[in-house]
């Protein structure tokens, strides 16, 4: 598979005008992305399960809820009904995470495993074919606008080859630092999907900056 996909994150948008924001993505993003982060797991506390049920009734965009958070299990039932159409929980937060998938599952959403940079990747290679989604973190979790880390490449490539053998269609989303100098190098490392916060929302254009996201990370 050979197309991307780009994934804002509505962290970097403006929470004053929220949904003038996503109104201007949505017609060419592929999701939303969204960042829950509690205070425990990461050193920051975003947003929770109000804005995303407030958001829920403007837009029909798929909705990619990436959870930063101690006890997932807890909240599932709540993120799901608040409208998630993915939830994503990272592989360090739980003891349980083939039953947590199995509980994401059963509502009926698309499940995803995030992976701290300081994780070695090998931990969610047993995930493969079992999620929908393998969200490498490309930054340290918890905060926007940081830089890609280099040392993503090989985790991609290693993961990238982990799934290829498993002629698995699981796919790799990275999270962090995407831009359109480095998105071309991110996809032939091995990764599809592309959460961009800064680079999408802080852009003049915040739709045209997907397009040239695409257009640069597309490869031929
Ligand atoms: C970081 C978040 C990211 C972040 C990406 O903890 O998970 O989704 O918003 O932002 P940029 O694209 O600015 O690095
Ligand atoms: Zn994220």
Redesign the pocket.
């Known amino acids: 598979m050979k197309d991307i996909g780009i994934a804002p994150?509505i962290?970097?948008a403006d929470f004053g005008y929220l949904m003038r924001d996503i109104k201007a993505i949505e017609s060419n993003a592929d999701y939303l992305?969204i960042?829950v982060m509690d205070g425990h797991y990461?050193n920051n506390i975003s947003f929770g399960i109000p804005v995303i049920q407030s958001i829920r009734k403007y837009t029909d965009m798929k909705f990619f809820t990436?959870l930063?958070i101690t006890n997932p299990e807890k909240y599932i039932k709540d993120f799901a009904d608040a409208g998630s159409d993915n939830i994503t929980f990272h592989v360090e937060c739980t003891d349980d995470p083939f039953g947590l998938i199995d509980s994401i599952k059963a509502l009926g959403k698309s499940a995803g495993i995030a992976i701290h940079p300081d994780t070695p990747v090998e931990k969610v290679f047993p995930f493969i074919g079992k999620v929908d989604i393998i969200l490498v973190m490309t930054?340290y979790?918890?905060?926007?606008?940081?830089g890609y880390l280099d040392m993503s490449d090989d985790r991609l490539r290693a993961l990238r080859k982990a799934i290829d053998e498993q002629d698995s269609d699981t796919v790799i989303a990275v999270?962090?630092?995407?831009t359109e100098d480095n998105i071309r190098h991110i996809c032939e490392c091995g990764a599809r999907l592309f959460?961009?916060?800064?680079?999408v929302f802080h852009a003049e254009d915040p739709s045209k900056a997907i397009d040239e996201l695409k257009r640069c990370g597309t490869l031929s």
């Open positions: 994150s962290l970097a992305h960042d990461v990436h930063m930054v979790p918890g905060f926007g606008g940081q999270d962090g630092g995407v959460v961009a916060g800064s680079s």
